[in-house]
């Protein structure tokens, strides 16, 4: 590529360093904090009227799908209106329950992903409202769709999603603002709080990325294993499910992404001496139960890597690697919460000696169905 990697050894970790600066470039010009408005057109919104939907669908792909998962808690939450997340491959197959009052948004990084482009005409023939949110400027879903906008994270090199995936998540946190703003679900006060938070969540970033040297020490533990298995519950659930991708799409490792309440009915049933689970849980309004779900892991042999809030002894004492991020409302903690699976990935796979910018089998933008 002619970018540069700007003294990193790849693309994707320079990308995964880029993370604050592309959150702030999605969030950036696109509210105003005085009067708790987000500003539609310069989020892109330029034909759709808010006003007038009552459903919401996301349609994506790999990562962008897992950044559409994780959206959908605080989209609604922010405006009551039922979100569903599609995988753009399997959308077709299902009978449009579309109408011109859903809103069909395509997340996607590189905007040329055929099943993406394939679902969201689909979607638009069955008369819903057409929303793109890419980061390639100019590309092929952003031409069918009603409005687009970009999430202007800059150019993503490496193949595994990694600034992209933020990026996507502060947009459609904006997004949903926007549709609880035009809907009046939100009054302009909650509003301007919410955005106080989005606005925070690039200094806390770099807080985490401070994480990287410790992780990169903690990889020797796990670049040698055959398998392993990421939990989290709630908005943590989806972050699961990108470090389970991340790490078998960069180590070739196996891993698996689970609800962690749906443990019991299923993958319990591995767990012994041999596996290793990685246990998202920080401090959020389902701690409790997520903690009972990783005792339930000890008391079966199984090594545990928790994700958890900073000094939370509790979740230490029961883990064999603590990964600990800053405390922090509900709002950022997803965005928290990926570093660290981003950095495992990462630094497992160097250890490895994969390829980490260009892993087999794999292309950047994926344009077969
Ligand atoms: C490929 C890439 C992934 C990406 C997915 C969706 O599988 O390797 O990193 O998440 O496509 O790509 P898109 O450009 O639509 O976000």
Sequence with gaps: SMLDKNGFDHYMLKEIHEQPQAVAQTINGRYDLDTGKINLKAYGINHINLKEINRIQIIACGTSYYAGCLARYFIEKFTGIPVETELASESRYRSPTVNSHTLSIAVSQSG??????????FAKENKAKTLAIINA??????????????????????????????????????LGLAIAQEQKKLNTHKISEYIDELIKVPSFLEKVLMLSNG????????????????????????????????????SYIHAEGYAAGELKHGPIALIDEDMSVVCLAPKDSYYEKTISNIEEIRARGGKILSVGTEGDKELQNISDDFIAI???????????????MHLLAYWVAVRKGTDVDQPRNLAKSVTVE
């Design 112 to 121: 040329e992903t055929i099943d993406t482009l394939q679902a969201i005409k």
């Design 137 to 174: 400027p100019g590309s092929s879903i952003a031409h069918v769709c009603d409005d687009q906008s970009l999430i202007y994270a800059g150019p993503e090199v490496g193949v595994a999603s990694t600034k992209a995936f933020s990026a996507q998540l502060a947009s459609l946190i904006l």
């Design 215 to 250: 992780i990169k020490e903690i990889s020797i533990k796990y670049y040698n294993l055959n398998s392993l298995l990421f939990i989290g519950r709630g908005h943590q659930w989806p972050v699961a499910l990108e470090g389970a991708l991340k790490l078998k799409e960069l």
């Design 326 to 340: 800053p405390e922090c409302s509900e709002i950022i903690l997803p965005f928290l919460t990926a570093v660290p």
